[in-house]
T-cell receptor, first 115, second 112 residues
Framework: GAVVSQHPSWVICKSGTSVKIECRSL??????MFWYRQFPKQSLMLMAT?????????EQGVEKDKFLINHASLTLSTLTVTSAHPEDSSFYIC???????????FGPGTRLTVL | GESVGLHLPTLSVQEGDNSIINCAYS??????FIWYKQESGKGPQFIID?????DKRQGQRVTVLLNKTVKHLSLQIAATQPGDSAVYFC???????????FGTGTLLAVQP
């Protein structure tokens, strides 16, 4: 149980285009999901907390108009990178909060490369 | 983008030896700690957790030790195997928001 999927697993796009990444909890419902970004040889940095039915909460320094988050159901959150640029190339990882409330189950990540 | 010159601390051990990975956490109010294993190109994988009312917890081949006095966490892996090669992160959960704060990570390299 407690499986989280992400789609796509990797994506290559041209500079200026937008890319949507999906995060799904497959066998449980998640009111809260989290989006992280990880650059090579670095740690995971929390970008935002996604709450079902309400606006996401962004961490300091993360542009909410650039990284659009939609948590429309209890099993799906999406992250859209708008007008992507090469510096947005990174590994994006989502997690879903489990029933206990303090545990997070992580997705496999999405590798974004912006040319 | 990639930061030039940045590197992860690396622990190199021989297969069969025990490994100890250390982590210093930042928030004295944190009450829940987790160790994750991350293989290249994959998401973090839960290994073991511990709450602040404990100082030791054991799993299968792994033990986590918590020293709240000095805000230190360690992960011990017994009889390290090549499949244990990965980056290991500690994470702390320090408040009502349930946000996780990740440590910098340690690359464990197991030599056959």
């Amino acid at each position: 149980g407690a499986v989280v999927s992400q789609h796509p697993s990797w994506v290559i796009c041209k500079s200026g285009t937008s890319v949507k990444i999906e995060c799904r909890s497959l066998d449980f419902q998640a009111t809260t999901m989290f989006w992280y970004r990880q650059f090579p040889k670095q740690s995971l940095m929390l970008m935002a907390t996604s709450n079902e039915g309400s606006k996401a909460t962004y961490e300091q320094g993360v542009e909410k108009d650039k990284f659009l988050i939609n948590h429309a159901s209890l099993t799906l959150s999406t992250l859209t990178v708008t007008s992507a640029h090469p510096e947005d190339s990174s590994f994006y990882i989502c997690s879903a909060e489990g029933p206990r409330g303090d545990e997070q189950f992580f997705g496999p990540g999405t590798r974004l490369t912006v040319l | 983008g990639e930061s030039v010159g940045l590197h992860l601390p690396t622990l190199s051990v021989q297969e069969g030896d025990n490994s100890i990975i250390n982590c210093a956490y930042s928030n004295s109010a944190s009450d829940y700690f987790i160790w994750y294993k991350q293989e290249s190109g994959k998401g973090p994988q839960f290994i073991i957790d511990i709450r602040s009312n404990m100082d030791k917890r054991q799993g299968q081949r792994v033990t986590v030790l918590l020293n709240k006095t000095v805000k230190h966490l360690s992960l011990q892996i017994a009889a390290t195997q090549p499949g244990d090669s990965a980056v290991y992160f500690c994470a702390e959960n320090g408040g009502a928001t349930n946000k996780l704060i990740f440590g910098t990570g340690t690359l464990l390299a197991v030599q056959p």
